[in-house]
């Protein structure tokens, strides 16, 4: 079964510092990817999505992310986080012969200046 | 604005009551989504309607039900309700079945005293 791993439920950072997101996966075959952000009373707005070729993805307000078939991994990334950063960051992952998403935990990111 | 517009933005209701949260997809989206957001048990895959037609169903309960009109605005009824349902309920939509690209609404939040 397919299923998404957040390991870190809170992560702190300082305005300006780089962020590393962790997702761990778990599919049998080469998954769709995605990264969703929830900001505080909001819904999920797409960051990024990998469906197949070149491993490092770009999405919006300058995150990316990089598949790791070896790793079974889809970390998220910023090399510099701005205080509207702040939100809950979702992995999810989608089988390729269904159309529902499966979402891990979520991390927490805290921004301080 | 995502274009997935749901109604109401928040409720409250009492145990055992019933209601019926709605949701418009984005204009050219066919396939709608419900997804219940939990604090214990996160983002939870409800149930997908393609064009009116049930199509993929997650975790849920006996007591929920949903649909998917002609005009392609979607209904989940929530029935004999309980402090445990109290929830974020989320509708997102996708143009065509199997791209996995959901656009999410801002969410119903749902309060059972």
């Known amino acids: 079964a397919q299923s998404v791993t957040q390991p870190d439920i809170h992560i702190t950072v300082s305005e300006g510092a780089s962020l590393e997101l962790r997702c761990n996966y778990s599919y049998g075959a080469t998954p769709y990817l995605f990264w969703y952000v929830q900001s505080p009373g909001q819904g999920l707005q797409l960051l990024l999505k990998y469906f197949s070729g070149d491993t490092l993805v770009q999405g919006i307000k300058g995150f990316e992310a990089e598949f790791k078939r070896s790793q079974s991994s889809f970390n998220l990334r910023k090399p510099s986080v701005h205080w509207s950063d702040a939100a809950e960051y979702f992995c999810a992952v989608g089988a390729r012969n269904t159309d529902k998403l499966i979402f891990g935990t979520g991390t927490r990111l805290q921004v301080f200046p | 604005d995502s274009g997935v517009t749901q109604t109401p933005k928040h409720l409250i209701t009492a145990t055992g009551q019933r209601v019926t949260l709605r949701c418009s997809p984005r204009?050219?989206?066919?396939?709608v989504y419900w997804y219940q957001q939990s604090l214990d048990q996160g983002l939870q895959f409800l149930i997908q309607?393609?064009?009116?037609?049930?199509?993929a169903k997650g975790n849920i309960l006996e007591r929920f039900s949903a649909q998917q009109f002609p005009d392609l605005h979607s209904e989940l009824n929530l029935s004999s309700l309980e402090l445990g349902d109290s929830a974020l309920y989320f509708c997102?939509?996708?143009?065509?079945?199997?791209?996995?690209?959901?656009?999410f609404g801002a969410g119903s939040r749902l309060t059972v005293l």
């Open positions: 997102a939509s996708s143009q065509v079945s199997g791209a996995n690209v959901l656009t």
């Open positions: 204009s050219g989206d066919l396939s």
């Open positions: 309607y393609y064009n009116g037609e049930e199509r």
